[in-house]
Protein backbone atom coordinates (compact mmCIF):
# COMPACT_ATOMS: atom_id res chain seq x y z
CA UNK A 1 0.00 0.00 0.00
CA UNK A 2 1.15 3.34 -0.87
CA UNK A 3 0.92 6.77 1.87
CA UNK A 4 -0.63 9.38 0.03
CA UNK A 5 -2.66 12.34 1.04
CA UNK A 6 -2.26 15.70 0.08
CA UNK A 7 -0.42 18.04 2.22
CA UNK A 8 -2.35 21.49 2.88
CA UNK A 9 -0.51 22.84 5.76
CA UNK A 10 3.13 23.92 7.17
CA UNK A 11 2.82 21.56 9.46
CA UNK A 12 2.55 17.76 10.50
CA UNK A 13 1.43 16.15 13.42
CA UNK A 14 1.25 12.03 13.20
CA UNK A 15 -0.01 10.18 16.47
CA UNK A 16 0.22 6.53 17.21
CA UNK A 17 -3.66 4.75 17.78
CA UNK A 18 -3.12 1.62 19.94
CA UNK A 19 -2.58 2.50 23.58
CA UNK A 20 -2.10 5.85 22.44
CA UNK A 21 -5.08 7.23 21.05
CA UNK A 22 -6.87 4.52 22.07
CA UNK A 23 -7.19 2.57 25.53
CA UNK A 24 -6.98 -1.32 23.21
CA UNK A 25 -3.56 -1.99 23.36
CA UNK A 26 -3.99 -3.90 27.04
CA UNK A 27 -7.23 -5.48 25.53
CA UNK A 28 -5.55 -6.73 22.49
CA UNK A 29 -2.51 -7.98 24.09
CA UNK A 30 -4.06 -9.83 26.97
CA UNK A 31 -7.20 -11.02 25.47
CA UNK A 32 -5.89 -11.81 21.85
CA UNK A 33 -1.93 -11.54 21.21
CA UNK A 34 -1.39 -13.99 24.66
CA UNK A 35 -3.61 -16.37 24.13
CA UNK A 36 -2.96 -17.02 20.20
CA UNK A 37 0.57 -17.07 21.18
CA UNK A 38 0.31 -19.64 23.90
CA UNK A 39 -2.08 -21.86 21.07
CA UNK A 40 0.26 -21.28 18.30
CA UNK A 41 3.71 -21.53 19.41
CA UNK A 42 3.21 -24.40 21.47
CA UNK A 43 3.88 -22.89 25.17
CA UNK A 44 0.52 -24.71 27.08
CA UNK A 45 3.67 -26.17 29.34
CA UNK A 46 4.72 -22.17 30.28
CA UNK A 47 1.69 -20.59 29.94
CA UNK A 48 2.14 -18.25 32.94
CA UNK A 49 5.60 -17.31 31.79
CA UNK A 50 4.76 -17.04 28.12
CA UNK A 51 2.00 -14.44 29.44
CA UNK A 52 4.39 -12.64 31.76
CA UNK A 53 7.46 -12.41 28.94
CA UNK A 54 4.79 -11.41 26.09
CA UNK A 55 3.20 -8.73 28.51
CA UNK A 56 6.53 -7.22 29.36
CA UNK A 57 7.52 -7.01 25.94
CA UNK A 58 4.48 -5.47 24.28
CA UNK A 59 3.32 -3.30 26.83
CA UNK A 60 5.79 -2.72 30.29
CA UNK A 61 8.80 -2.26 28.43
CA UNK A 62 10.75 -0.57 26.37
CA UNK A 63 9.89 -2.55 23.39
CA UNK A 64 6.52 -1.81 23.86
CA UNK A 65 4.25 -0.48 20.33
CA UNK A 66 6.70 -2.56 18.44
CA UNK A 67 5.74 -4.30 15.38
CA UNK A 68 3.93 -7.96 16.16
CA UNK A 69 6.83 -9.93 14.05
CA UNK A 70 9.54 -8.38 16.27
CA UNK A 71 7.77 -8.45 19.29
CA UNK A 72 7.09 -11.92 18.62
CA UNK A 73 10.89 -13.32 18.39
CA UNK A 74 12.02 -11.18 21.34
CA UNK A 75 9.13 -12.87 23.67
CA UNK A 76 10.47 -16.01 22.09
CA UNK A 77 14.21 -14.94 23.16
CA UNK A 78 13.49 -13.89 26.78
CA UNK A 79 11.77 -16.92 27.23
CA UNK A 80 14.43 -19.55 25.91
CA UNK A 81 16.51 -17.53 28.21
CA UNK A 82 13.96 -17.74 31.49
CA UNK A 83 14.90 -20.53 34.20
CA UNK A 84 11.72 -21.35 35.12
CA UNK A 85 11.17 -22.42 31.35
CA UNK A 86 14.33 -24.61 31.13
CA UNK A 87 13.31 -26.34 34.77
CA UNK A 88 10.06 -27.45 32.70
CA UNK A 89 11.88 -29.05 30.17
CA UNK A 90 10.41 -26.76 27.66
CA UNK A 91 12.22 -26.02 24.43
CA UNK A 92 11.81 -22.22 23.06
CA UNK A 93 13.31 -21.81 20.00
CA UNK A 94 13.44 -18.71 18.00
CA UNK A 95 13.10 -19.35 14.30
CA UNK A 96 15.28 -18.45 11.90
CA UNK A 97 14.00 -17.92 8.87
CA UNK A 98 11.24 -15.48 10.84
CA UNK A 99 14.38 -13.11 12.21
CA UNK A 100 15.77 -13.01 8.45
CA UNK A 101 12.38 -12.12 7.08
CA UNK A 102 12.02 -9.39 9.75
CA UNK A 103 15.28 -7.90 9.15
CA UNK A 104 14.88 -7.63 5.75
CA UNK A 105 11.41 -6.53 4.86
CA UNK A 106 10.31 -3.18 5.78
CA UNK A 107 6.57 -3.62 5.16
CA UNK A 108 6.28 -6.04 8.29
CA UNK A 109 2.32 -6.91 7.56
CA UNK A 110 0.44 -10.09 6.72
CA UNK A 111 0.27 -9.09 3.29
CA UNK A 112 3.97 -9.36 2.77
CA UNK A 113 4.31 -12.25 5.01
CA UNK A 114 1.77 -14.05 2.75
CA UNK A 115 3.41 -13.38 -0.04
CA UNK A 116 7.21 -14.73 0.99
CA UNK A 117 5.32 -17.79 2.38
CA UNK A 118 4.13 -18.39 -1.46
CA UNK A 119 7.61 -17.86 -2.40
CA UNK A 120 9.50 -20.05 -0.11
CA UNK A 121 6.79 -22.49 1.22
CA UNK A 122 8.20 -22.35 4.42
CA UNK A 123 6.50 -24.36 7.54
CA UNK A 124 7.58 -21.74 9.82
CA UNK A 125 6.62 -18.66 7.89
CA UNK A 126 2.97 -20.68 7.61
CA UNK A 127 2.89 -20.80 11.18
CA UNK A 128 3.70 -17.16 11.87
CA UNK A 129 1.44 -16.02 9.54
CA UNK A 130 -1.36 -18.64 10.78
CA UNK A 131 -0.99 -17.09 14.30
CA UNK A 132 -1.04 -13.88 12.72
CA UNK A 133 -4.48 -13.81 11.26
CA UNK A 134 -5.45 -16.08 14.28
CA UNK A 135 -4.60 -13.14 16.19
CA UNK A 136 -6.81 -10.76 13.56
CA UNK A 137 -9.29 -12.73 14.02
CA UNK A 138 -9.47 -12.70 17.82
CA UNK A 139 -9.33 -9.20 17.95
CA UNK A 140 -11.93 -8.60 15.42
CA UNK A 141 -14.48 -10.66 17.80
CA UNK A 142 -13.28 -9.06 20.76
CA UNK A 143 -12.27 -5.66 19.93
CA UNK A 144 -15.24 -5.33 17.95
CA UNK A 145 -16.46 -1.95 18.88
CA UNK A 146 -17.10 0.65 21.65
CA UNK A 147 -13.86 1.18 22.38
CA UNK A 148 -13.33 5.41 22.73
CA UNK A 149 -10.71 7.40 22.58
CA UNK A 150 -8.76 8.78 25.85
CA UNK A 151 -10.17 11.69 27.03
CA UNK A 152 -8.91 14.97 25.54
CA UNK A 153 -7.88 13.06 22.13
CA UNK A 154 -10.90 14.44 20.53
CA UNK A 155 -10.54 17.96 21.93
CA UNK A 156 -6.87 17.68 20.81
CA UNK A 157 -7.97 16.98 17.14
CA UNK A 158 -10.42 19.77 17.19
CA UNK A 159 -7.88 21.94 18.46
CA UNK A 160 -5.58 20.69 15.60
CA UNK A 161 -8.16 20.64 12.54
CA UNK A 162 -7.42 23.53 10.58
CA UNK A 163 -4.26 24.20 11.45
CA UNK A 164 -2.11 20.85 10.55
CA UNK A 165 -1.90 18.09 8.44
CA UNK A 166 -2.58 14.87 10.98
CA UNK A 167 -1.73 11.27 10.01
CA UNK A 168 -2.61 8.20 12.29
CA UNK A 169 0.84 6.68 12.33
CA UNK A 170 0.98 3.09 13.41
CA UNK A 171 2.11 -0.82 13.67
CA UNK A 172 -1.36 -1.50 13.37
CA UNK A 173 -2.83 -3.16 10.18
CA UNK A 174 -4.81 -0.53 8.36
CA UNK A 175 -8.22 -1.83 7.93
CA UNK A 176 -8.32 -2.27 12.26
CA UNK A 177 -7.25 1.22 12.05
CA UNK A 178 -9.41 2.41 9.59
CA UNK A 179 -12.49 0.61 11.29
CA UNK A 180 -11.65 2.42 15.05
CA UNK A 181 -11.35 5.34 13.77
CA UNK A 182 -13.75 5.97 11.44
CA UNK A 183 -16.18 4.37 14.33
CA UNK A 184 -15.48 7.15 16.97
CA UNK A 185 -16.37 9.40 14.54
CA UNK A 186 -12.53 10.76 14.68
CA UNK A 187 -11.45 9.68 10.87
CA UNK A 188 -12.85 12.97 9.97
CA UNK A 189 -9.65 14.89 11.13
CA UNK A 190 -6.63 12.60 10.00
CA UNK A 191 -5.25 13.33 6.24
CA UNK A 192 -4.85 10.05 5.90
CA UNK A 193 -4.37 6.60 7.84
CA UNK A 194 -0.93 4.86 7.81
CA UNK A 195 -1.13 0.92 8.82
CA UNK A 196 1.36 -1.37 9.34
CA UNK A 197 1.20 -2.05 4.94
CA UNK A 198 2.40 1.14 4.21
CA UNK A 199 6.07 0.02 6.15
CA UNK A 200 7.19 1.33 9.49
CA UNK A 201 6.81 4.74 11.39
CA UNK A 202 10.02 5.79 10.59
CA UNK A 203 9.02 5.43 7.15
CA UNK A 204 6.06 7.14 7.73
CA UNK A 205 7.04 10.07 8.82
CA UNK A 206 10.36 10.39 6.00
CA UNK A 207 7.02 10.06 3.50
CA UNK A 208 4.84 12.35 5.09
CA UNK A 209 8.20 14.70 4.84
CA UNK A 210 8.73 13.90 1.14
CA UNK A 211 4.80 15.01 0.74
CA UNK A 212 4.98 18.34 2.84
CA UNK A 213 8.24 19.22 2.66
CA UNK A 214 8.14 20.56 6.23
CA UNK A 215 10.85 21.95 7.68
CA UNK A 216 13.03 21.92 11.01
CA UNK A 217 10.59 21.93 13.93
CA UNK A 218 7.69 21.62 11.78
CA UNK A 219 6.93 17.60 12.92
CA UNK A 220 5.38 16.51 15.90
CA UNK A 221 5.09 13.13 16.73
CA UNK A 222 2.67 11.94 19.21
CA UNK A 223 2.90 8.41 21.22
CA UNK A 224 3.67 6.11 23.94
CA UNK A 225 6.18 4.10 23.29
CA UNK A 226 10.19 4.47 22.55
CA UNK A 227 9.91 3.58 18.76
CA UNK A 228 7.51 6.39 18.42
CA UNK A 229 10.25 8.80 19.96
CA UNK A 230 12.88 6.58 17.83
CA UNK A 231 11.09 7.22 14.43
CA UNK A 232 10.35 10.85 15.48
CA UNK A 233 14.18 11.32 15.72
CA UNK A 234 14.96 10.23 12.64
CA UNK A 235 13.04 12.61 11.20
CA UNK A 236 14.15 15.26 12.91
CA UNK A 237 10.43 15.49 14.16
CA UNK A 238 9.22 16.77 18.02
CA UNK A 239 7.61 14.20 20.73
CA UNK A 240 5.39 14.28 22.54
CA UNK A 241 5.11 11.34 24.86
CA UNK A 242 1.62 10.19 25.98
CA UNK A 243 3.40 8.54 28.86
CA UNK A 244 1.95 4.31 29.79
CA UNK A 245 -0.70 4.65 33.01
CA UNK A 246 -0.94 8.13 33.00
CA UNK A 247 -2.50 8.84 29.14
CA UNK A 248 -5.06 10.72 30.20
CA UNK A 249 -2.95 13.46 32.01
CA UNK A 250 -0.81 13.09 29.30
CA UNK A 251 -3.36 14.13 26.79
CA UNK A 252 -5.00 17.06 28.68
CA UNK A 253 -1.06 18.03 28.86
CA UNK A 254 -1.08 18.24 25.28
CA UNK A 255 -4.25 20.16 24.82
CA UNK A 256 -3.64 22.68 27.42
CA UNK A 257 0.29 23.11 26.14
CA UNK A 258 1.89 21.22 23.74
CA UNK A 259 0.00 22.12 20.57
CA UNK A 260 0.22 25.63 21.91
CA UNK A 261 3.44 25.22 21.89
CA UNK A 262 4.00 23.41 18.80
CA UNK A 263 2.24 26.14 16.84
CA UNK A 264 3.63 29.11 18.26
CA UNK A 265 6.90 27.37 17.86
CA UNK A 266 8.31 27.49 21.65
CA UNK A 267 8.72 23.50 21.56
CA UNK A 268 11.82 23.83 22.81
CA UNK A 269 14.84 21.46 23.22
CA UNK A 270 14.40 22.87 27.31
CA UNK A 271 10.97 21.35 26.61
CA UNK A 272 11.40 18.33 25.35
CA UNK A 273 13.79 17.14 27.23
CA UNK A 274 11.50 17.68 30.35
CA UNK A 275 8.81 15.61 28.43
CA UNK A 276 11.60 12.61 27.62
CA UNK A 277 12.86 12.81 31.37
CA UNK A 278 9.33 11.91 32.39
CA UNK A 279 8.60 9.54 29.86
CA UNK A 280 11.76 7.36 30.50
CA UNK A 281 10.51 6.69 33.45
CA UNK A 282 7.52 4.55 32.97
CA UNK A 283 8.97 1.85 31.08
CA UNK A 284 12.27 -0.17 32.15
CA UNK A 285 15.04 -2.22 30.27
CA UNK A 286 15.05 -4.78 32.38
CA UNK A 287 12.39 -7.37 33.28
CA UNK A 288 10.98 -8.06 36.63
CA UNK A 289 12.21 -11.50 36.82
CA UNK A 290 15.31 -10.70 35.94
CA UNK A 291 15.87 -7.67 38.71
CA UNK A 292 14.52 -9.83 41.54
Known amino acids: MQLEYTAKHGLLIGIDSDGCAFDTMELKHK ?20 RETFEFVNLYSKSRGINRFPALIETLARLQVRSEVKARGVKIEVPKELVEWVERE ?20 KQTL ?4 AVNRQIDSIVDKGVPPFPFVRECLEKMKGNT ?9 FDALNREWEEQNIAQYVAT ?5 HGTKKEHLAKAQTIGN ?5 ILMVGDAPGDHKAAVANNALFFPINPGAEEKSWQRLFEEGIDKFFAGTFDDAYQQKLLDEFNKYLPSTPPWEAK
Open 31 to 50: ECFVPMTIKYWNLQGVSKYA
Open 106 to 125: TKLGNPALEAEVKRTGSPVL
Open 130 to 133: EWSL
Open 165 to 173: DVLVVSATP
Open 193 to 197: ICGQE
Open 214 to 218: YGAGR
